[in-house]
């Protein structure tokens, strides 16, 4: 079990917080709180799951075929933080499976572009999640949890922007496959430079500069959005 918190939530409250941190007042809402046990957790793990379950049989075999995958990934990615040093990787696996189950559900398959944008969105997660990681790094080490921040040492910059080319490189095939035009690329070049940013604020490898990358991460999937939703209402 991992116990020791990173630095960046240490001052964050839990449900078993009496004060507001940093005041010594009562926190009402937080005291009154019921801390959720191991016991409790599976029950809501399976109260969702079941949910999940019923919800998914309205849809088509293949996307529940899919689903099963999702459900894996899901339930296997808490250990891969203490098992291996790809968490990041598994968590964009697991976040990025609904793509080719959204895919499977609206066309009835999943073509080759589905599993095209599937890479991309696991190479978003890789790379913001690498950020992040940079800022737990030391706490992550001390405590035994892995991470890419950790495998790639001082070099995770130079492939977090590998990564980021990556990404960028399968979304220019995504738009030649589907024939997008040029907002579509005017908004890939906002995420290329939303990626130097991200650069940029991870320089100097400090943790304030790795969370503010990550938090800023959402804006580069806004603005290849936009790009499609403009080329979408510039076609009608």
């Known amino acids: 079990m991992i116990t020791q918190p990173a630095e960046r939530i240490k001052t964050t409250p839990s449900t078993n917080t009496t004060t507001t941190p940093g005041s010594g007042r009562p926190a009402p809402a937080i005291q009154s709180a019921h801390k959720v046990g191991p016991r409790e957790a599976l029950y809501v793990f399976i109260a969702l799951v079941t949910l999940a379950y019923l919800l998914v049989l309205t849809m088509n ?75 737990d790094r030391e706490e992550d080490i001390r405590a035994g949890v892995k991470s890419t921040a950790i495998l790639f040492d001082e070099a995770e910059r130079l ?36 990626c130097a940013y991200h650069q940029y604020l991870i320089r100097g490898r400090d943790a304030e500069g790795c969370l503010r990358a990550f938090r800023r991460s959402h804006w580069l999937g806004a603005a290849v959005f936009a790009g499609i939703w403009a080329d979408f209402l510039l076609r009608r």
């Open 159 to 194: 492939i977090i922007g590998i990564v980021q080319a990556l990404m960028l490189a399968v979304l220019l095939v995504v738009g030649f496959q589907a024939k997008l035009g040029l907002a579509y690329h005017l908004g890939l070049a906002v995420a290329a430079g939303l």
């Open 61 to 135: 075999a293949e996307t529940i075929l899919l689903a099963f995958g999702g459900a894996l990934l899901a339930a296997t990615y808490p250990f891969s933080k203490r098992y291996t040093y790809l968490p990041q990787v598994h968590l964009g696996m697991a976040f990025g499976w609904a793509v080719p189950m959204a895919f499977a559900a609206e066309t009835q398959g999943t073509p080759r572009i589905a599993w095209l944008l599937y890479i991309v969105t696991v190479l978003w997660a890789v790379a913001y999640d690498t950020m992040y990681a940079m800022a």
